[in-house]
């Protein structure tokens, strides 16, 4: 027998407190992953989603405060693509949009000479035909989302289009957007003009030189940023927000956790007093005490954390049913999450588990052999 | 032998001839002063001796074996081990492990345990690999006849075989002081001349100091030297030569 051995042996002689304890455990290692990777997840579908079009740099007004806030008259386009060192730009007007049934799908318009559309990666159909109207391509997960298929109608923002393609790009952001003609958006959005970024690709995009030199020169224009997509996304309120309420929701739950832990052990110290007492009678140091019980709230604590990442991965399985955003969000914690998740858990119950063990080396031995 | 028992266990006595365990003018106060359990205590136990603590119920006999153990501690005056005053926690913890054993009257084993399990309890921390601490374990329930029932869990067995298991556990680490508080007053006459008779040959064999509160006067005849405690005070220290002989021989029997 050892430490772990004992503590094996306390923990079974409560089994349904025990139990309940490593579930609050896992429930808090699990939402909290779960709420984690679903905000790191949006984050990171975005910029995979920005990647895919192969844009160099991402123009956007300058303050704007996140990807959806900021507006661009489309004659600035304009003067941004004849920089010098700008390959080519094209505005985009980027939403989310209403559909129908509730659902919504990001709207993305594009003016009919826009070089993005002959990249869009086609499964079927076509792309608009210049001046064309009141058309759309959808992306397959936007299509599939809203059960259409090539040729039916869709509805966005109240006004009816035709698909006339389903889009197949490996993103998840991208595989949900409904790509429309500019003007159209434009229209229906009451965004007469406007554009919410400009995609941009410089004609030496490898040199940092040369990138630098027309982000200077787009910020010259005057109340314009440029950035890369990183660089956009770092600066993007919205998700420093969504950054920062997942994480103090974490925060909360891994605590609720740890409370777990805590009350499980109080109430197991303070029945096993007169056993504290006798370890002590024995001569066990104060420290092997605190470490029998510590170890006790440790193996709650690795039970919890492997149950919470079963949960969390049991709860990714509802992801696609989240109102909204479901089809562009997808479960993939890093390792690196994973492991700071488990770790400030294991912190936490630690520091849950050392009260308790404290406390219960405090009284003094005779004291705790007269308790029944 | 253990590592931390050599250490400790180098010397019989101190070199300047200091008893084994002394309590010097010490006395145990409780409720804020209100309740005296102890009073101006002089008492010396040298190394090898065998002394009862015979007193009424409440005059302060297991007041006394908690302070000379370290589970307790004097409100004033000091306890010395071989001269030296032990105040830390942590000295007491370290003699307790390494040179003092107890026996409650209650046993105090922990219930989920199996004998030798609860004998390996009290080898944690002499640096031993769990396989040499229940082979150890194994060999001291041998001692007290227990061999047979060591894998039991400690609430399947007798009272008397409780209290060998608790004897087992006291003498794990060999210790040159055994303390027994009561140790027989929860047996029958049978167990209780069996587990008495364990203390005594340990004295004899291995010449452990023996300290036993006892209400029987006749277990206590068996000590070398009978201490009478009474409210709190020592009142008389005989020797047992000069206990009247019919006690001593009906402890014999």
């Known amino acids: 027998m050892n430490l772990a051995g004992l503590a094996r042996r306390n923990l079974g002689r409560r089994p349904v407190r025990t139990c309940l304890s490593i579930l609050g455990i896992g429930l808090a290692v699990g939402s909290a992953l779960a709420l984690m990777s679903l905000s790191h997840s949006i984050q990171d579908g975005m910029r995979e989603g920005i990647n895919e079009m192969g844009d160099d740099l991402v123009v956007m007004q300058k303050g704007a405060s996140d990807i959806f806030g900021g507006f661009i008259p489309d004659k600035t386009i304009e003067r941004v693509a004849g920089l010098p060192g700008v390959a080519r730009a094209s505005g985009e007007l980027f939403m989310f949009a209403p559909s129908a049934d509730d659902k919504s799908v990001l709207a993305q318009g594009w003016a009919d000479t826009s070089y993005l559309w002959k990249k869009v990666p086609l499964r079927e159909g076509r792309v608009p035909a210049a001046g064309e109207h009141n058309v759309a391509v959808l992306g397959d997960a936007a299509a599939a989302a809203l059960g259409k298929k090539l040729g039916d109608d869709v509805v966005i923002l109240g006004q009816k289009f035709k698909i006339i393609g389903i889009a197949n790009y490996t993103t998840a952001v991208n595989r949900g957007v409904a790509l429309l003609p500019l003007a159209d958006l434009q229209k229906i959005s009451h965004r007469p003009e406007q554009v919410t970024m400009v995609h941009l690709n410089v004609e030496r995009s490898a040199a940092p030189v040369e990138l630098k030199h027309v982000k200077n020169a787009i910020e010259l224009l005057g109340d314009l940023s440029a950035s890369t997509a990183n660089e956009m996304l770092d600066q993007d309120r919205n998700f420093a927000i969504l950054d920062a309420v997942s994480l103090a929701i974490s925060i909360i739950a891994i605590i609720m956790g740890a409370i777990y832990v805590l009350n499980a052990l109080v109430m197991a110290t303070q029945e096993r007093t007169r056993e504290i007492g006798i370890f002590t009678a024995i001569g066990w140091s104060q420290e092997r005490i605190m470490a029998s019980i510590v170890v006790e709230g440790i193996l709650m604590c690795v039970i919890g954390c492997v149950l919470g990442l079963a949960l969390s991965f049991l709860a990714a399985l509802a992801f696609p049913y989240i109102p909204a955003i479901g089809h562009l969000v997808s479960f993939r914690p890093s390792v690196r999450l994973i492991a700071l998740v488990l770790m400030a858990a294991f912190v936490l119950c630690v520091l849950g588990a050392l009260f308790p063990a404290w406390r219960a080396v405090r009284m003094l031995p005779a004291e705790a052999l007269r308790r029944l | ?253």
Request: aromatic share 4%; net charge negative.
């Open chain 2, 1 to 253: 032998m253990l590592q931390e028992t050599e250490a400790i266990a180098s010397s019989e006595k101190s070199s300047d001839g200091a008893p084994l365990i002394a309590l010097r003018t010490v006395s145990r106060l409780y409720d804020d002063g209100a309740i005296a359990a102890l009073t101006d205590v002089e008492l010396e136990i040298q190394a090898g001796d065998s002394v009862a603590i015979v007193g009424a119920s409440g005059s302060g006999k297991s007041s006394l074996v908690n302070l000379l153990c370290g589970i307790d501690y004097p409100s004033s005056g000091s306890v010395r081990w071989e001269g030296e005053p032990v105040r830390r926690q942590a000295d007491w913890a370290k003699l307790r492990r390494t040179q003092i054993g107890i026996v409650f009257q209650e046993f105090n084993l922990i219930p989920t345990l199996t004998a030798l399990e609860n004998v390996e309890l009290a080898l944690f921390g002499c640096g031993l690999s769990t396989v040499r601490r229940q082979t150890r374990a194994a060999i001291l329930l041998g001692r007290v006849g227990l061999e047979a029932r060591m894998h039991n869990p400690v609430t399947t067995l007798s009272g008397g075989e409780r209290q060998r298991v608790a004897i087992a556990r006291a003498i794990a680490n060999e210790p040159r002081m055994l303390l027994a508080d009561e140790p027989t007053g929860n047996l029958d006459s049978t167990n209780a001349l069996l587990v008495a008779d364990l203390l005594f040959k340990l004295h004899a064999d291995a010449n452990v100091t023996i300290v036993l509160v006892t209400h029987d006067e006749a277990l206590a005849a068996r000590c070398n030297r009978i201490v009478r405690i009474k409210d709190g005070r020592i009142v008389e220290t005989v020797d047992s030569a000069m206990v009247a002989p019919s006690i001593v021989g009906e402890a014999a029997s």
